[in-house]
């Protein structure tokens, strides 16, 4: 099966940066065997990045958030049906940073995550503890509150893609070790199976935290880690596609 490698390009880049950057990257991968490449610039160059994209092109685009409404009176926000419009069909949702600092609370990603599915929309859900939740040993109920509150009331329970995201390991440099990313990604898997009642062979783990080119290849070789969620090393053209050569040897 595939492996995901993600670039999550945060509130980073000017336009011209963007524009490089993407270009930087479509012009070296012109060869993938076994990675699905997707990219989360800011959702103000996803129509330029998008136009730039050649019928050859092996990058996917997607945004960083959406709203969990079609339209309406809502500023700021930006909807599916207005990502879709620019061919866009992939979102993140979830991530640490949006539920810290944003607010955004357990029901309100339930919502982007049913409005997701109610729009044919795929979405990465990103889940994970912070260092405190780690430390007490909360984990596991932590990811369980994550997981079931934004799955639970799913109708289709298919093509399933999640993020095991520790917030302690997040643009901190620290990654989760091997030991610790194969138990998380396997309980994430058993309880996404055994208790929300999705096939086991269509639920992806990927891991974020501090991916970076030098661990990539170590933490893609690790037991149920279908991918990675890539931050400040999507940064740099180099680093990605070296994560990105380790994926293809990987697998
Ligand atoms: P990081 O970010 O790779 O910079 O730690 C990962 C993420 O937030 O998705």
């Given at each position: ?14 336009f011209?940066?963007?524009i ?8 070296a991968?012109?060869s993938?065997k ?9 959702a103000?160059?996803l129509h ?8 050859k092109?092996l ?11 079609n ?96 917030v ?16 998380a990604?396997?309980?994430?898997k ?29 933490i ?6 279908d991918?990675?969620?890539v ?21």
């Open positions: 099966m595939k492996k995901i490698v993600a670039g999550n390009w945060k509130m980073n880049q000017t011209q940066q963007a490089h950057l993407f270009s930087s990257l479509d012009q991968i012109d993938v076994s990675t699905e490449i997707l990219l989360f610039p800011p103000v160059y330029h990045l998008q136009s730039l994209k050649n019928k092109s990058l996917t685009l997607g945004a960083q958030n959406c709203a969990a409404w339209a309406g009176a809502y500023t700021g926000e930006i909807s599916i049906p207005m990502l879709q419009s620019i061919g866009i069909e992939w979102t993140l949702i979830g991530h640490s940073e949006r539920r810290t600092l944003f607010g955004e609370d357990l029901s309100l990603v339930a919502q982007k995550v049913k409005h997701c599915q109610q729009n044919q929309f795929k979405y990465i859900l990103c889940i994970g503890e912070t260092l405190q939740e780690r430390e007490t040993g909360e984990f596991e109920t932590v990811w369980r509150n994550q997981l079931n509150s934004a799955l639970k009331d799913l109708t289709e329970k298919t093509n399933l893609y999640v993020a095991y995201e520790p302690w390991a997040i643009g901190t440099g620290k990654t989760a070790s091997p030991k610790e990313i194969a138990q990604h396997t309980w994430i058993n309880y996404i199976q055994h208790d929300l009642g999705y096939p086991k062979e269509q639920v992806l783990v990927l891991y974020g935290g501090s991916c970076n080119e030098k661990n990539a290849s170590e893609l070789s690790t037991p149920h880690v991918g990675v969620l931050g400040g090393a999507s940064l740099k053209a180099e680093s990605f596609i070296s994560i990105i050569e380790s994926s293809e040897q990987c697998t």
